[in-house]
């Protein structure tokens, strides 16, 4: 499977920035951080979860901070434990928190 054809299962496993953001680490050679967070966003069904995920790592992504969670810490993380980190991230910075939940007012 090459590379572009990776990039387009992403794309129509998880639309919108899911897929977006699968893409893209692909393409930046972090397929394994793309392959844990896919396997992290299939383990539980809610839609608000998964889009906050989403925009948190995009957020961790481009501000250049460490990655070790997404590959590492949140695989273990219970369905609430993992709410509870979400909500404690988002929390760190009042701008992004709002962001997050307009987008999941009108995406979701």
Known sequence: MTSIQTHEIMLLTHF????????????????????????????????????TLIWLCWYDLMCAHSMQPWTEELKH???????SWAVARKREKRELELMIDEYLLYAC
């Open 77 to 83: 993380k219970s369905h609430a434990e993992l709410e």
């Open 16 to 51: 919108n920035l899911g897929g977006v953001l699968l893409s893209e680490l692909h393409r930046l050679g972090e397929s394994r951080l793309a392959n844990r967070l896919n396997s992290l966003l299939r383990r539980f069904d809610d839609r608000d979860l998964y889009h």
